[in-house]
């Protein structure tokens, strides 16, 4: 009796196992659910719509394709990293640990980015990098299931300098916020302006995302550089634009930045923002069919216009779209996954771009300027750039 209810008892649990896929091979399991895709971004502060345009650029591309990954449906999870460093490795566990991801998509900031990267380190989650530049997770920290789609730090101002000594400026004053971003893109503008014959009189700084810009700008003032040269971006960037034209130093002493500058801020910077000279990898004014449709389509589905961070967020879309094809779904077949992303041209709005060996874009940097309210390229600042990739052994 004892023995035939044991019986009983395991074969029923047999069939429940069945029937949760607890038998099926691995593969075929991992295509049945949904794939859980997590954004960690800023949806709050002064990168809140940066988060917004990089999701709603990685929502367009999967709709391109019906909504689906390698044929699987979606299920989106959030998190709101707050532009936070200190929250990072929490918050991407929220994704990892309590979610269960299958790719975490984030961040903005540099700082919060390290969090992840950690997490991703150790979990060996994929992680997609569509923003945040820090050298590191590309350099000596890379690793085979990280991908950045967007930029390293020094990688659109290596290209500033030569732009900027070129049109007169012999003397430079550098401003940003001080933190990795803006230490980093220090680095690429240092070199490439030293490089040129250009001296650099000071280098000012203030804590992120502080905007007291004031005292600086009187500073600058009394320092008298032939140009400005920064980072800055989101609403920071907006404000320091119209404080610069406020102290009167518009007309009289020219603005260089990243184009990071005078992305998604031009309406809320106005005419302050005119004849700000740029170098990114992205601009609205490309006149390429491909940049046409998906900025006519991106206005469409979300009736704003969109920016470098909606591209990169975009690119995201199809860099996965391209590893899940590939695998069919399955993206626990990791080997064939990171090869075909490996491998992968995006064919993007901003021109098509390549991977690095060490999992950053190669890409063109456009010299842009600001008129009426748009980034118009002026000419080809860099061709296919490169990130140097120091230190990453993968
Ligand atoms: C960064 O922290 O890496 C960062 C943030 C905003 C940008 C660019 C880089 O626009």
Redesign the pocket.
Known sequence: MTSRRLILTRSAALMGAASTGLFLPAAAQAQSGKLRVGFMLPYTGT?AQ?GVAIENGFRMAINEQGGKLGGREIEYFKVDDESEPSKGIENANKLVQRDKVDVLIGT???GV?MGIQKVARDSGVLSLIP????HAATRALCAPNVFRTSFS?SQPTRALGKAMYDRGAKTAVWITWKY??GDEAFEGFKEGYLAAGGKIIKELGLPFPQVEFQALLTEIAALKPDAVACFF??GGAAKFIKDYAAAGLKGKIPLYGSG?LTEGVLDAAGPAADGIITTMHYSDSLNTPRNNKFRLDYAKAFKAQPDVYAVQGYDTGLLLIQGANAVKGDLSNKPALYKAMEGATIDSPRGKWTMSKSHNPVQDMYLRVVENKENKVIGIAAKALADSGAGCKM
Request: net charge neutral.
């Open positions: 990168f940066l903005v900031h540099s980015q923003n945040a530049g820090v730090n990795a971003a971006a989101g990071f």
